[in-house]
């Protein structure tokens, strides 16, 4: 579905929440196809970069692209706190009409935010899912990770295969930061906050940069913490 300009008369504002962690490979690519992906859009596109004490030289990279880039805006975290905390500065710290959170990594096209953005107003809904539909890593972890997501549709109604490669409207974002609560899991505080979503099919990229930094026992705290955040 290509998007139509027209629908819009001005200048929308978009953010797009990026959580940079190990990243350094990725993000000159990434900023080039965002910005390349969002041309054929009416908006005002920013690119909000939060470095979670990115060990690498993601910091000192993202710095010298926005000399070159206007639509880049970066916060930095003083200790490393996790990709749902990054998430949740991005979003505290956007102000725009509209906002995207995806990885970093490129696994997630950039080019499907215009499609994500089409479905949102077309539809009139609150957030639209990208979700995946096709295996991206190993067996063992697409089992875990299917483990942990049937879990949590037992709680609220996850859409199959969502994550958070999610598109936003000001409602939805104001709903999900209201929870106040003292762990954070977007997805789910998404679907907590039971106003209108849609989802959207894509596949998931191999990842060609770098290697995850989410070891076996990091990805078990990190389902339990998700868990706990939609208990609280």
């Known amino acids: ?28 690519e990434l900023v080039t196809r965002l910005e390349q992906a969002c041309t054929p859009l009416n908006i005002e596109l920013e690119l909000l970069f939060v470095d979670d004490a990115s060990p690498d030289n993601a910091h000192e990279i993202i710095q010298k692209l926005k000399s070159h880039h206007p639509t880049i805006r970066i916060i930095q975290h003083d200790r490393n706190r996790g990709q749902q905390e990054a998430i949740r500065t991005g979003l505290k710290n956007s102000n725009s009409d509209y906002v995207a959170v995806m990885d970093a990594d490129l696994q997630d096209p950039p080019e499907i935010i215009p499609s994500l953005y089409q479905e949102l107003v077309d539809r009139q809904v609150n957030a639209v899912f990208a979700v995946r539909s ?6 063992g972890r697409m089992n875990t990770s299917k483990a942990f997501k049937w879990l949590v549709r037992q709680m609220v109604s996850l859409p199959k295969g969502a994550g958070c490669f999610v598109l ?7 709903a999900v930061l209201g929870f106040q609560t003292k762990r954070f899991y977007l997805p789910g505080l998404i679907c907590k906050a039971k106003l209108t979503i849609s989802t959207l099919k894509f596949e998931r990229e191999q990842r060609i940069h770098g290697t995850s930094s989410y070891t076996s026992a990091m990805r078990l705290k990190t389902a339990l ?3 706990k955040c939609l208990l609280e």
């Not at 096709?134 to 067996?139: E, G, K, L």
């Not at 936003?168 to 104001?174: E, I, L, T």
Request: no cysteine; charged share 15%.
């Open 134 to 139: 096709n295996p991206y890593q190993s067996t």
């Open 225 to 227: 913490s998700n868990i």
């Open 168 to 174: 936003m409207d000001r409602a939805m974002v104001r």
């Open 1 to 28: 579905m290509q998007p139509d300009p027209s629908h819009v008369t001005q200048a929308t504002p978009l953010t797009v929440v990026l959580p940079v962690y190990r990243n350094e490979a990725s993000v000159a």
